[in-house]
């Protein structure tokens, strides 16, 4: 048995399909996030190749259009989960939530220059749409193909990927608007690779191993084998006991977290380029660059601060629910705490402002150890459904956030407007981690305990 392990668990198909999950996240962030560095040429052609068509929009019009896709985003994502598994095949439902998101980035250039932000809006809502899929989907897939026992490792590569993904979108947007093809070549570039990339998922992902025409007897075994326990028919499902779900308190704790960290995460995201270039003075090109650095050390901290976490809770260190508060408010508090820095330096030292970005930033890695992963604390059995209806809470603090941006910030060259900015988004960090600490729970709650109908069921011999 112990060489039978050994012999499955190196390298495997179950590894393949990880590995084509962490591309698509990678992708799909790549479209979410190349409109933050690209709009910033598109209101200002002399901040990128000149050569190229710029627009004459005020910043609310900005905002507008970066909030735009956290719409269609709230929209499909409960019903993603229903439409998998009424699709009955999670990746090819994510597979055609990216070639809507492909075609709709590939036709914002077209768009905006004959018909005007309006219709930049609509695509960026549709952009949101097929991606509001991406997450339900990867969550059913997860629960397939990764074995208890490599869930964190298996896991932590996909969800790592928004990162990554965030990284080289940044970086590649900088120097694609610097380029001879000038900013339209951020959209087709994009688009393009989401496109190819959706159309070769949907043949060369698989669903579950039990379905895989890739996977040897053995690894089926192995993977069927670790996950044991009772295996649902995917067309008949314990009820979800709502009621109980919406009377919880930890439930509430991850509602609001979702919410603050979101709020904080999604106004960085799409406002630091705009901020690179107006208030510290970086072109197109290097603010794309240095705004890419935060989400860099972000991804490769995360790997170690899920190490020690686990570390710590194997030697008894101190219990898990410690660990999650502990991991979560490094994670948001860090932040919190560089927004209010960068408010208060009276520096004219631009790289010291972008050490404090960089430093605080990247420590919000520590959030994939608090909340983010609470959600199995509290209920293994319907911890997606959970996270659907946090991350829709989530998803609305990211429609808000960049349009509370527009509204306070009526001078993007204005560094005051900006820190009034940053003093809110540190007030919401700091209380939404304060209400996880205080009502936050890592047990097993009671109504995780739906009994399942034995026809649901079949036993694992």
């Not at 998998?84 to 914002?108: E, I, K, N, Q, Y």
Request: net charge positive; glycine share 8%.
């Amino acid at each position: 048995m112990r060489c039978f392990i050994r012999r499955t668990e190196w390298l495997g198909i179950r590894h393949l399909q990880v590995f084509y999950l962490f591309w698509s996240v990678a992708f799909m962030y790549g479209m979410r996030v190349c409109m933050s560095v690209a709009i910033v040429a598109m209101s200002d052609r002399s901040s990128a190749n000149p050569n190229f068509h710029d627009f004459d929009w005020d910043s609310s019009v900005n905002f507008r259009i970066l909030s735009s896709f956290f719409w269609g985003y709230a929209i499909t994502q409960v019903p993603g989960a229903y439409l998998a598994d009424f699709m009955r095949s999670p990746h090819r439902c994510l597979a055609l939530g990216l070639v809507l998101s492909s075609v709709c980035t590939l036709l914002v250039h077209a768009l905006a220059v004959n018909y005007g932000w309006k219709y930049v809006v609509a695509l960026r809502f549709f952009t949101g749409l097929g991606q509001g899929v991406v997450f339900p989907c990867v969550q059913m897939l997860l629960s397939k193909w990764a074995p208890p026992g490599e869930r964190a490792r298996l896991g932590s590569v996909v969800l790592n990927s928004t990162q990554f993904g965030s990284v080289a979108t940044m970086a590649l947007s900088g120097l694609l608007s610097k380029s001879v093809l000038g900013w339209p070549s951020i959209f087709y570039f994009f688009g393009a690779c989401g496109l190819v990339w959706s159309l070769c998922y949907i043949y060369l992902g698989d669903d579950s191993p039990a379905v895989s025409p890739r996977i040897s007897a053995a690894e089926r075994e192995y993977i069927e084998t670790s996950l044991g326990g009772p295996v649902y028919d995917g067309v008949t499902h314990p009820r979800i006991p709502w009621k109980r779900i919406f009377t919880s308190m930890p439930v509430w704790s991850l509602i609001i977290v979702h919410g603050g960290n979101n709020w904080g995460y999604y106004l960085l995201l799409t406002g630091l380029p705009t901020y690179m270039k107006n208030i510290l003075g970086f072109d197109v090109q290097s603010s794309g660059m240095i705004s890419a650095l935060p989400y860099l050390v972000a991804w490769l901290v995360g790997f170690p601060i899920s190490w020690l976490c686990d570390w710590a809770l194997r030697r008894g260190l101190c219990s898990t629910e410690l660990a999650r508060k502990l991991a979560n408010s490094l994670g948001m508090m860090s932040p919190a705490l560089g927004m209010i820095a960068l408010s208060l330096l009276r520096t004219q030292n631009r790289y010291a402002l972008v050490l404090v970005l960089v430093l605080s930033i990247g420590l919000t890695a520590g959030t994939t150890c608090g909340f983010l992963i609470n959600y199995m604390d509290l209920t293994p059995q319907f911890a997606g459904a959970i996270m659907s209806v946090t991350n829709v809470t989530g998803t609305l603090m990211g429609i808000a956030s960049p349009l509370a941006c527009g509204y306070i910030i009526t001078d993007l060259k204005n560094a005051h407007q900006w820190h009034v900015v940053f003093y809110l988004t540190a007030g919401i960090y700091a209380a939404s981690n304060l209400f996880f600490v205080i009502f936050g729970k890592a047990t097993i709650q009671p109504w995780n305990h739906v009994n399942v109908p034995s026809q649901q069921t079949v036993s694992r011999k």
